[in-house]
């Protein structure tokens, strides 16, 4: 063991919305512990700093999304990017997190060694003296608990599937992962290929100014319509102090969101019913409905998108959008030409074919000299994984917000870290019987999911090893379930011997 680096406690990796809450429960539950959070990028906020596409918002509703010990306090309910994202930083301006945080620093790869304890992390460090000197470097240092808070898309490279003729096309491609600052789409005809919830959030916000914007997509999408502001909120909030407001909204979402996920995956005939009834009163028009809103999965198959005050029902409505479905033949220099021989003409083309995803934020792990597979490897609670010791990951919900969860990991965490401390151990890592039924960590059809599930681990058919899309039913376990079960831990540290008596030493 190199006594040599530096040694933390917990290293909480990622300063985006999960990441701070993280270092929040951590320095308030476990306020004697060492600890520090790893940004790879040089500022906070994660997936709500990076992406700057037109429009971009959260599909939750912020009483939800939002932390259960900062109220959100603003009007909406459905926020756009940068009030989530100054949200972030206010949080993060806590003098216990903010002096935490070291920018500019990616985790490269973890070496666990049971011997010592500790994982090694190395760490790619980027330097800037502020001159226009850049410089990269390794570093090292060690911690005894690893919490990964970085997400699980690749926030460097999204899905890119490749188009015919796509090199003929003489418009301009931007991907919204990518969004240039400088680009002007005023009068232009735009086309935005694909129907999850970034079309779905670009559609409305692009065809403000746009001559036209044509959502082009292959199949079509669940969408809802949601209000921005919530009524229920708004009275708590006007009779009740910020707090309990808060605590009372987020109550009621959470049962109202548990139970229309219930009924999707219980009576999903009526769930379409309601969908599409929906639809067709807003947009006035059957046949379209028919065409282009009537997916052939069941509701939460995929994720749903929502389209807050219905913005984009009434871009359609006005005439300023329209819904194609169909497939792409070829691309032209003035546009795409579709298999049913249709052409649509485009200045601007929008691929908004979804992420990449990316376990562990692409760094690689070893336990005791011996690579992790995380293939392999079963999920346990949703955030530790079989056979690795002292690490967490933060995995949100797909059925609701993601900081639900994300919360309820972070407090389980100090609760196994407090766990440990009081029973004498240093380490502890799940164990599956491998007796289990295999099913993928995120049950969902999405091509995402698809294309990246094998890298993932695996969840098993029953309890603990089961990723329970149900608040309501894993707050219970995360704040007072049985920390031990299907556990293993080291051997508890012999008691210290008492101090000699220093009367009876000179006696």
Known sequence: MDTSLEHLDVVIVGAGLSGIGAAYRVSTELPGKSFAVLEARSAIGGTWDLFRYPGVRSDSDMFTLGYPFRPWTEAKAIADGSSILQYIRDTADDPRIRERIRFSTRLVSAAWSSADAR?????????????GHVTTGRRQ???????????????????????????????????????????????????????????????????????????????????????????FSDVARRHLPAGMAHHVARAKNVLFTQAFYQLCRRRPEIAKKLIRT???????????????????????????CVAPSADFFKALKSGRASVVTDTIDTFTPTGIRLASGQELEADVVVPATGLAMLPLGGATFTVDGQP????????????????????????????????????????????????????????????????????????????????????????????????????????????????????????????????????????
């Open 278 to 304: 929906q639809t067709a009163r807003i947009l006035g028009d059957e046949k379209t409905v028919e065409a282009n809103f009537t997916p052939a999965y069941n509701p939460w198959d995929q994720r749903l």
């Open 372 to 507: 992790v597979d995380l293939g392999d490897s079963w999920v346990y609670r949703g955030l530790m994984v079989s056979g690795v010791p002292n690490l967490a990951l933060c995995v949100g919900y797909t059925n609701a917000s993601w900081t639900l969860r994300a919360d309820l990991s972070s407090r389980y965490v100090c609760r196994l870290i407090k766990y440990l401390d009081r029973n004498g151990h240093r380490y502890g890592a799940p164990a599956a019987d491998g007796a289990m039924k295999a099913r993928p960590i995120l049950d969902l059809t999405s091509g995402y999911v698809q294309r990246a599930v094998s890298a993932f681990p695996k969840q098993g058919d029953r309890q603990p090893w089961t990723m329970r899309q149900n608040y309501l039913l894993d707050a219970p376990t995360a704040l007072r379930g049985n920390l031990a079960k299907d556990m293993v831990f080291d051997a508890p540290a012999p008691p210290a011997a008492p101090a000699p008596d220093l009367q009876e030493i000179h006696a």
């Open 141 to 231: 240092l060690t911690c005894g608990f690893l919490y990964l808070c970085s997400g699980y898309y690749d926030y460097e490279h999204g899905y890119e599937p490749s188009f015919p003729g796509h090199e003929s096309f003489e418009g301009e491609t931007v991907r919204p992962q990518f969004w240039p600052e400088d680009l002007d789409y005023t009068g232009k005809r735009v086309v935005v290929i694909g129907s999850g919830a970034t079309a779905v959030t670009l559609v409305p916000s692009m065809a403000e100014d746009a001559a036209h914007v044509t959502m082009l997509q292959r199949s079509p999408t669940y969408i809802t319509a949601v209000p921005s502001r919530d009524r």
């Open 119 to 131: 994982w090694t992390l190395e760490l790619d460090v980027t330097d800037d003296d502020g001159a």
